[in-house]
């Protein structure tokens, strides 16, 4: 599956943005989706998971409360709405697919998105 990710930018700390990730190439609803993000001098890390169905989700301790995942599976995209961001948001954020239906882990998802800068001023 090929995954097209749009919506970063700057925004004010307490702003939102929302990221979408398309998809095509493979049928849609059989990946579970997630969303990482990278830091310049870290690692790669988990933010954000939902099942294929969207039945279930997941998120890192660190934006539960403030984002939230969401697909549309007619439309072939997962969305990360993301709100009250704060600095320590600022990464470049990828979305990711897994054909295991489920994961958190980075070597769970063989699909990736091109990375989109999300930058959040103090």
């Known amino acids: 599956v090929q995954l097209q990710a749009s919506g970063g930018g700057l925004v004010q700390a307490g702003g939102s943005l929302r990221l979408s990730c398309a998809a095509s190439g493979r049928t849609f609803t059989r990946y579970g989706m997630g969303w990482f993000r990278q830091a310049p001098g870290n690692e790669r890390e988990f933010v954000a998971a939902?099942?294929?169905?969207?039945?279930?989700?997941y998120y890192a301790d660190s934006v539960k409360g403030r984002f939230t995942i969401s697909r549309d599976n007619a439309k072939n995209t997962v969305y990360l709405q993301m709100n009250s961001l704060k600095p320590e948001d600022t990464a470049v954020y990828y979305c990711?697919?897994?054909?295991?239906?489920?994961?958190?882990?980075?070597?769970?998802?063989?699909?990736w998105g091109q990375g989109i800068q999300v930058t959040v001023s103090s």
């Open positions: 990711a697919a897994t054909s295991r239906g489920w994961g958190q882990d980075p070597v769970d998802f063989g699909s």
């Open positions: 939902i099942s294929w169905s969207g039945g279930r989700t």
